[in-house]
């Protein structure tokens, strides 16, 4: 049971967007910032999002991330085939002292 | 280039220890905070542990509390990651993350497999 939730599968047409969720509570979301991790089959994470709404430098605006209250959304748009993956929020939780990570999202496009 | 390169991993027994290394290279590693992220087989992420800059500070996973310690070098600009009394459960690929802003983890090695089992 992860301290983040997130559904565990989304899909959608090429070329739409989709949202991917993730709810937690005040000691996480709700106080710290999210970032959002994308992970293709096989590979290491990747960073998408930081601080909530960040890019780094190489990902494109494609990729979009937003928080409010105790919840947090990923979203993308112009759903490409090469987008199929999971997709991971984490935060840090102030009252475990400890690092979290939602239970991942598998991304499908159909 | 930041690159980290975990090594280590391996087949151990239950109870057994095991010692996880990344190196750094490409990046001020003296100036990063730095974690170990694990994933189980077919899994989600985990996280397992931090470690400040200069290594006065560190955070466990209540679920490796006691059995894991974490450090660092940083004149050989190298994470550790001690593990101890290790269970079946443990099995996982181990990852080094660097720590970015936002408490994000910016940067990953490609991972260390430690597979648990008698």
């Known amino acids: 049971q992860s301290v983040l939730t997130q559904p565990p599968s989304v899909s959608a047409a090429p070329g739409q967007k989709v949202t991917i969720s993730c709810s937690g509570r005040?000691?996480?979301?709700?106080?710290?910032?999210v970032s959002w991790y994308q992970q293709l089959p096989g590979t290491a994470p990747k960073l998408l999002i930081y601080?909530?709404?960040k890019r780094p430098s190489g990902i494109p605006d494609r990729f979009s991330g937003s928080k409010s209250g105790t919840s947090a959304t990923l979203g993308i748009t112009g759903l490409q085939t090469g987008d199929e993956a999971d997709y991971y929020c984490g935060t840090w939780d102030s009252s475990l002292d400890a690092g979290v990570f939602g239970g991942g999202t598998k991304l499908t496009v159909l | 280039e930041v690159q980290l390169v975990e090594s280590g991993g391996g087949l151990v027994q239950p109870g057994g220890s095991l010692r996880l290394s990344c190196a750094a290279s490409g990046v001020t590693f003296s100036s990063y905070e730095m974690n170990w992220v694990r994933q189980a087989p077919g899994k989600g992420l985990e996280w397992v542990s931090y470690?400040?800059?200069?290594?006065?500070?560190?955070y466990y996973a209540d679920s490796v509390k006691g059995r894991f310690s974490i450090s660092r070098d940083n004149a050989m600009h190298s994470l550790y990651l001690q593990m101890n009394s290790l269970r079946v459960e443990d099995t996982a690929v181990y990852y080094c993350a660097r720590e970015g802003g936002g408490d994000s983890y910016d940067y990953w090695g490609q991972g260390t497999l430690v597979t648990v089992s008698s």
């Open positions: 470690i400040s800059s200069s290594g006065s500070s560190v």
């Open positions: 601080e909530n709404n």
């Open positions: 005040s000691s996480n979301i709700g106080n710290n910032y």
